[in-house]
């Protein structure tokens, strides 16, 4: 990389991304829309993160079936956003418990550690209120879905 | 806008993507490449095996650059290069070979 390219893609332009999904996957446009705005923003090599909760913890839910509303199950591309560098995706505990939901509950998303020699860790990681809240003081921007 | 093929019509957008994903076979794919200037060969047909694997799989034709490290991963440095790639698709491999797929433009293509 030249010294140029390095300057205009060095960190201190790079910012804090989140992306909050607060609403059930079908029914309205935003969880793909999200969804999608995230896979091109990927492209502009910022730190990116997404958030789930509310009804957005439904988006992770495994063994989703669209057959019957006529809609496109879009849910497998959750699992790609590790190719696209994503590697962050924040869940609500209390979120989920309030609808009786666990972890267990969830698609297992995973990501290829660069930099611990390809391993594969999880994506998903339990948050709870309060630290959820530090994590949305700590962004740059906010954009909620 | 249609491609025609023994007789059927398949639709496609303004841009040569087909519509009805399930219309594709590999006769379409010669045709679409032979529309796009690009003879199939073996290696053109590696990469446009490889992207309706991952649709199958993620639901979603990748951008370029995540399609060059996914195929570098499976394939080897030799193939998952932008260099070997363009050779075989000049004009892009993610939109030229997701075209000749039969999958929609690459989400994430800016």
Same mark, same amino acid.
């Given at each position: 990389?030249?010294?140029?390219?390095?300057?205009?893609?060095?960190?201190?332009?790079?910012?804090?991304? %989140?992306?909050?999904?607060?609403?059930?996957?079908?029914?309205?446009?935003?969880? $793909? @829309?999200?969804?999608?705005?995230? $896979?091109?923003? /990927?492209?502009?090599?910022?730190?990116?993160?997404?958030?789930?909760?509310?009804?957005?913890?439904?988006?992770? $839910?495994?063994?989703?079936?669209?057959?019957?509303?006529?809609?496109?199950?879009?849910?497998?591309?959750?699992?790609? %956003?590790?190719?696209? @560098?994503?590697?962050? %995706?924040? +869940?609500?505990?209390?979120?989920? @418990?309030?609808?009786?939901? &666990?972890?267990?509950?969830?698609?297992?998303?995973?990501?290829?550690? *660069?930099?611990?020699?390809?391993?594969?860790?999880?994506?998903?990681?339990?948050?709870?209120?309060? *630290?959820?809240?530090?994590?949305? /003081?700590?962004?740059?921007?906010?954009? &909620?879905? | 806008?249609?491609?025609?093929?023994?007789?059927?019509?398949? *639709?496609?957008?303004?841009?040569?993507?087909?519509?009805? $994903?399930?219309?594709?076979?590999?006769?379409?794919?010669? #045709?679409? /490449?032979?529309?796009?200037?690009?003879?199939?060969?073996? @290696?053109?047909?590696?990469?446009?095996?490889?992207?309706?694997?991952?649709?199958?799989?993620?639901?979603?034709?990748?951008? +370029?650059? +995540?399609?060059?490290?996914? !195929?570098?991963?499976?394939?080897?440095?030799?193939?998952?290069?932008?260099?070997?790639?363009?050779?075989?698709?000049?004009?892009?491999?993610?939109?030229?070979?997701?075209? !000749?797929?039969? #999958?929609?433009?690459?989400?994430?293509? +800016?």
């Amino acid at each position: 990389m030249s010294e140029q390219e390095q300057e205009f893609s060095g960190s201190d332009v790079q910012k804090k991304f %989140l992306y909050l999904n607060r609403r059930a996957p079908y029914g309205t446009i935003y969880a $793909l @829309e999200s969804l999608e705005v995230v $896979l091109i923003g /990927a492209a502009f090599d910022q730190d990116v993160s997404l958030a789930f909760l509310d009804d957005g913890v439904y988006q992770l $839910l495994k063994g989703q079936d669209t057959k019957a509303i006529g809609m496109k199950n879009f849910s497998p591309t959750y699992r790609a %956003l590790g190719d696209y @560098e994503v590697t962050k %995706l924040y +869940v609500e505990k209390e979120s989920l @418990e309030e609808r009786g939901l &666990s972890i267990d509950d969830l698609m297992e998303i995973t990501y290829e550690d *660069e930099d611990d020699d390809w391993a594969e860790k999880p994506s998903i990681q339990l948050v709870n209120r309060s *630290e959820f809240a530090a994590i949305m /003081a700590a962004q740059d921007v906010i954009l &909620s879905f | 806008m249609a491609y025609q093929m023994n007789g059927s019509t398949v *639709e496609h957008d303004e841009e040569g993507y087909i519509t009805d $994903l399930g219309a594709w076979n590999k006769e379409l794919a010669d #045709l679409i /490449a032979a529309d796009e200037n690009i003879e199939m060969t073996d @290696e053109h047909w590696e990469v446009v095996n490889f992207l309706r694997e991952y649709y199958e799989e993620y639901q979603i034709a990748p951008a +370029v650059r +995540v399609l060059i490290k996914a !195929i570098k991963k499976t394939m080897g440095k030799d193939k998952g290069n932008n260099k070997y790639l363009y050779t075989l698709f000049p004009y892009g491999p993610a939109k030229q070979a997701c075209k !000749i797929a039969g #999958l929609p433009k690459p989400t994430g293509c +800016v």
